[in-house]
């Protein structure tokens, strides 16, 4: 079995302090995919290199103390793309892969932070624009290769993907215009929301994301914002799938799941 973690750290400096090398070593993944780091390769450097003994690999924001996404792998890829050639986006350090090719099979695995609109219009428009140029990003790659991509989305795309989905419903990571892109991207494109592939119902334990305000977490009123998006191939292999809250080490909770290959 093949372990895949992603979580969304709201900062690596942050979620170390909060027990997140001992969990890692004590779940033993293969491979986890971080986002939103808030850190530049400066502060990883001498520190965050290497996590419970897997390696990092990174793609940067130009902004300092903001976004940020890495890859921890056991398997030394055979290359890294860092940004998937956008001219607006790359800078804000959105997309980092690792490639596992070898004669037969050409294989990725991705670290991805979807921009949240809830800051206000214009990242709202931002996150439209990302929305309409990574889509035909990931429709071409499938069409080349196998891949998970692993990220905070910031979209709930059902009903069941969040707790207050009526109240919610022209709140940016709810809009409707976000739910039809996910749609269109398991049918059109034809990737798979592994998750939903594995629990198709889940309500209230799916949750990966609660507001600081209020007592969202303790109240459970929470979000589905991380996913594993996997070709139809790699997603067939997926197995158990445990969303992590044992531990608080961010605003977000890990989702691992375990797939039946290997790089």
């Known amino acids: 079995m093949f372990k895949l973690s992603s979580i969304n750290l709201n900062g690596i400096r942050s979620a170390t302090t909060k027990g997140l090398e001992p969990w890692l070593h004590s779940i033993k993944p293969d491979c986890i995919c971080v986002q939103e780091i808030k850190a530049q390769a400066t502060d ?64 990725s695995l991705i670290s991805c932070y979807f921009p949240s609109g809830s800051s206000g219009e214009e990242r709202q428009q931002a ?23 692993c990220g905070d989305v910031n979209i709930a795309h059902q009903e069941i993907d969040l707790k207050n989905w009526r109240s919610n419903r022209k709140n940016s990571g709810f809009l409707p215009e976000e739910r039809a892109w996910m749609s269109k991207l398991l049918s059109e494109a034809g990737l798979v929301d592994v998750y939903r592939r594995l629990h198709p119902a889940a309500t209230d334990e799916a949750y990966t994301w609660w507001s600081n305000r209020g007592q969202a977490y303790a109240k459970n009123v929470g979000w589905r914002l991380d996913y594993h998006l996997a070709t139809p191939q790699l997603a067939a292999g997926a197995h158990a799938v445990e969303i992590y809250k044992g531990e608080k080490f961010s605003d977000h909770a890990p989702i691992t799941i375990e797939y039946d290959f290997k790089p």
């Not at 520190?47 to 030394?76: D, I, M, P």
């Not at 050639?85 to 980092?96: K, N, P």
């Not at 996150?127 to 991509?149: S, Y």
């Open 44 to 107: 990883v450097e001498g520190r965050f290199e290497a996590l419970a003994g897997l390696q990092g690999y990174f793609h940067f924001a130009e902004k300092k103390g903001y976004s940020g996404v890495g890859v921890y792998t056991r398997h030394e890829p055979s290359d890294v793309r860092v940004g998937y050639g956008s001219s607006e986006f790359d800078a804000e350090g959105r997309y980092v892969e690792l490639r596992f090719d070898t004669p037969g099979n050409k294989r």
């Open 127 to 149: 996150k439209f624009r990302f929305l309409d140029e990574f889509f035909p990003h990931l429709a071409q790659l499938k069409t080349e290769r196998e891949f998970i991509l």
